[in-house]
C-alpha cells in the first residue's frame, strides 16, 4: 500500500455533524473513531463534553465547530463559543468565515474575525482550521475572480494565526438550475490552490464529498493532511481488505519462487 493504516487514519477528522443526529448515535459515532483510531471526530459544541468523555484514554482528540455552518454569528460570540468548547474539553476548532463579508470585500473583519477565534483556541493550546466554504465563492467576489479569491483568503487566515485552512463544511447546499440544493466540496483544484497559497506552517484539510479510500488518498497526495468524512468505516475497512490481498498476493509469489529455487 502507499501509505500505511496509520497515515491514513490519523488524516480522518470523523464528521459528527449531522442537524439530525442523535446522542446515541453521536456516541456511537465516537466509539467508531476510537475503534479506528483516526486523528479526531469532529462535534457540534453541546456534545464537546461527552465526546470528551468518551474518548479519554485514546489519542483520538475532539474538535469542535464554531460559526456552524454559516459564520454568520458575531466575532464575540464566535470567540464565546470556542472558549466555551475548549473548556469543555476539545483541543481543535472548525470555525466558519463570515462569507458575505469576505465577499463583500472587508478584509479587515475576516481577518480579525479569524483572529479572534484563534487566540481564544491558542490561549487554552487548542489548534483552529479555518473554513471558507468554496461552493459559495465559484464566481469570485471582491473584485477578484474564484481562484485569486481563495488566495487572498488563504494569506489572510495565515497572518491571523491559522493552523489548516479548510475547504468546507459539507452543508454547504448551493441552488441549481433546477431548484433542488446541491454541492462538491472539497476538489482537487482547489486542494492544490490552497496547498500553494500558504506557508508550510499552515495545513490544509478537505471536507465534503470524499466518500472512498482512493480518494482519501488523492486528498494526501495533494498535500492536504486532514479530511472530514463520515465514511469512515468504510474506507478504513477498504484499506484493512487490500491490504490484506497485497499480503496475500505476496505470500504467494515468494511461495512460488521458493519452489523454482528448489528445482521444480
Request: net charge negative; glycine share 8%.
Given at each position: 500500500?502507499?501509505?500505511?493504516?496509520?497515515?491514513?487514519?490519523?488524516?480522518?477528522?470523523?464528521?459528527?455533524?449531522?442537524?439530525?443526529?442523535?446522542?446515541?448515535?453521536?456516541?456511537?459515532?465516537?466509539?467508531?473513531?476510537?475503534?479506528?483510531?483516526?486523528?479526531?471526530?469532529?462535534?457540534?459544541?453541546?456534545a464537546v463534553r461527552r465526546a470528551a468523555d468518551l474518548l479519554r484514554g485514546t489519542?483520538?482528540?475532539?474538535?469542535a465547530v464554531i460559526g456552524f455552518p454559516h459564520g454568520n454569528s458575531t466575532t464575540e460570540s464566535k470567540r464565546y463559543e470556542t472558549d466555551l468548547a475548549c473548556r469543555d474539553g476539545a483541543t481543535e476548532i472548525d470555525m466558519v468565515?463570515?462569507?458575505?463579508?469576505?465577499?463583500?470585500?472587508?478584509?479587515?473583519?475576516?481577518?480579525?474575525?479569524?483572529?479572534?477565534?484563534?487566540?481564544?483556541?491558542h490561549r487554552h493550546g487548542?489548534?483552529?482550521k479555518v473554513i471558507f466554504e468554496n461552493d459559495?465563492?465559484?464566481r469570485g467576489g471582491a473584485g477578484l475572480d474564484s481562484d485569486a479569491f481563495k488566495r487572498r483568503l488563504c494569506e489572510v487566515c495565515e497572518r491571523a494565526g491559522a493552523d489548516w485552512v479548510k475547504t468546507s463544511t459539507g452543508y454547504g447546499f448551493?441552488?441549481?438550475?433546477?431548484?433542488?440544493?446541491?454541492?462538491?466540496g472539497a476538489t482537487e483544484h482547489d486542494l492544490a490552490l490552497m496547498r500553494a497559497s500558504v506557508s508550510d506552517r499552515v495545513q490544509v484539510k478537505a471536507a465534503g464529498g470524499v466518500r472512498d479510500l482512493d480518494g482519501l488518498i488523492r486528498v494526501r497526495d495533494l498535500g492536504a493532511t486532514r479530511c472530514g468524512a463520515t465514511a469512515t468505516a468504510a474506507m478504513l475497512d477498504e484499506y484493512r481488505r487490500r491490504e490484506a490481498a497485497e499480503r496475500a498476493g505476496e505470500k504467494s509469489e515468494g511461495s512460488s519462487a521458493g519452489l523454482g529455487s528448489g528445482g521444480y
Open positions: 500500500m502507499k501509505y500505511t493504516y496509520e497515515e491514513l487514519a490519523k488524516m480522518i477528522d470523523h464528521s459528527l455533524l449531522h442537524p439530525t443526529m442523535t446522542d446515541a448515535e453521536m456516541e456511537d459515532g465516537c466509539r467508531i473513531a476510537a475503534k479506528y483510531g483516526v486523528a479526531s471526530v469532529c462535534i457540534k459544541p453541546y489519542d483520538v482528540v475532539v474538535g468565515i463570515n462569507i458575505g463579508k469576505a465577499l463583500g470585500g472587508d478584509w479587515d473583519y475576516v481577518e480579525e474575525d479569524v483572529r479572534a477565534v484563534c487566540n481564544e483556541a487548542a489548534r483552529v459559495h465563492l465559484t448551493v441552488k441549481q438550475p433546477d431548484g433542488s440544493y446541491n454541492y462538491k
